[in-house]
């Protein structure tokens, strides 16, 4: 909600997500800039249902040629929470002939089928006996920037990246380092929002299918003034070459090198960039890529480092191996429950300090 309201779009907290009401330009704007979402549905139909007939009685009563053309690919998603149908599989092959169906019955052919780069994404969720049928102004998930030429190893989604960096609080000014930068995914979102740029600015989407579509304002939205550009300087660091290169190239990709300075160096041989300033980094773990008993290894030498090294500093932590902030050695100030997918993770803050951080020993 925070996100929309800098961009003057009031919204509301709602199960899995926010909501709000607006302009075609609101909704244009918010696809374009917003750095932590993954979609933008737009709510076209409500329902009451108790089997697969109703279902489909229900979404075939919907004017889909007044949405998008029939020459327009389409998909259909189905997601249930409670749901009383037996297979969504069969769901959504009813959703999808009723929106075909009605089609036909109106134009005499009907839209094709593609699931691997449709134009056009109609999502349905059912709970226990209301369904709510939406399509899909993004298009492909608002996380695909447009500017990833490489990767390394398992690397965040975009706008998971965005948020772990908007969750460190760390403001432009400050100086920001990534000691495990990978391939750069949390570098180049802090950059981006240094410069100004748009996330979505390199991308299509999908509400330039639909029938609604205004060119005329589109073309505004795109050329109205973003955020203020700082001169902010960002570091980052891995040992991996592979790694710095695919950082290099995507950095290029999003036009932000420039404000990026890279070096070959192993964290735990890291110096400070600057006397304060943000710490943020993804280790690997064991999901990923290293054993447990690699990483029970690293973390405490991880945290001899810091303390020794970074006083000053705030030190973010991402990471799904919930040992961390224990074997680590410091106590975190702030615990934030995050989730990569399907992995529960989380982001530890770590204020380091001269003298004594760690946490007493028992024998203490």
């Not at 309201?5 to 907290?13: E, Q, R, V």
């Amino acid at each position: 909600m925070q996100e929309l309201a800098t961009l003057d779009i009031k919204a509301s907290a709602v199960p899995g997500g926010v909501a709000f009401a607006g302009t075609w330009q609101a909704c244009y704007r918010a696809n374009l800039w917003s750095r932590v979402a993954s979609r933008i549905l737009w709510r076209v139909a409500q329902f009451d249902y108790r089997n697969e007939q109703d279902v489909y009685m229900a979404v075939k009563g919907i004017d889909w040629p007044r949405y998008f053309r029939v020459e327009r690919t389409l998909r259909v998603n189905v997601t249930a929470q409670k749901s009383p149908l037996k297979s969504l599989e069969f769901a959504t092959l009813r959703i999808k002939d009723a929106v075909c169906d009605r089609f036909r019955d109106k134009l005499g052919k009907r839209p094709s089928v593609d699931r691997t780069n449709p134009d056009v994404r109609v999502h349905a969720f059912l709970e226990a006996d209301k369904g709510i049928v939406y399509l899909d102004t993004s298009g492909e998930p608002l996380f695909k920037r447009g500017w990833r030429a490489g990767a390394a190893d398992a690397p965040l989604r975009e706008n998971l990246a965005a948020g772990i960096i908007l969750l460190t609080g760390w403001k432009n000014a400050d100086v920001l380092l990534d000691p495990m930068c990978g391939g750069g995914t949390l570098l180049v979102e802090a950059a981006a929002m240094a410069r100004g740029r748009a996330p979505g600015s390199k991308r299509a989407f999908g509400f330039e299918k639909l029938a609604a579509f205004d060119a005329a304002v589109w073309d505004r939205t795109k050329r109205a003034p973003g955020a203020e550009e700082t001169t902010a300087v960002l570091h980052g660091s891995d040992t991996d070459p592979k790694a710095l290169n695919a950082a290099r190239r995507n950095l290029a990709e999003a036009g932000v090198e420039r404000w990026v300075k890279l070096e070959r160096v192993d964290v735990l041989e890291r110096t400070p960039p600057a006397p304060r300033g943000v710490m943020v980094m993804n280790p690997p773990y064991g999901e990923r890529m290293g054993s447990a008993e690699e990483l029970a290894r690293f973390y405490p030498r991880l945290g001899d480092h810091l303390k020794k090294n970074f006083a000053g500093w705030r030190c973010y932590i991402f990471t799904a191996d919930l040992r961390a902030a224990k074997l680590v050695g410091l106590s975190p100030s702030k615990r934030i429950p995050l989730w990569n997918g399907a992995l529960e993770c989380r982001l530890y803050e770590f204020e380091i300090v001269s003298g004594i951080n760690r946490k007493k020993s028992a024998s203490a």
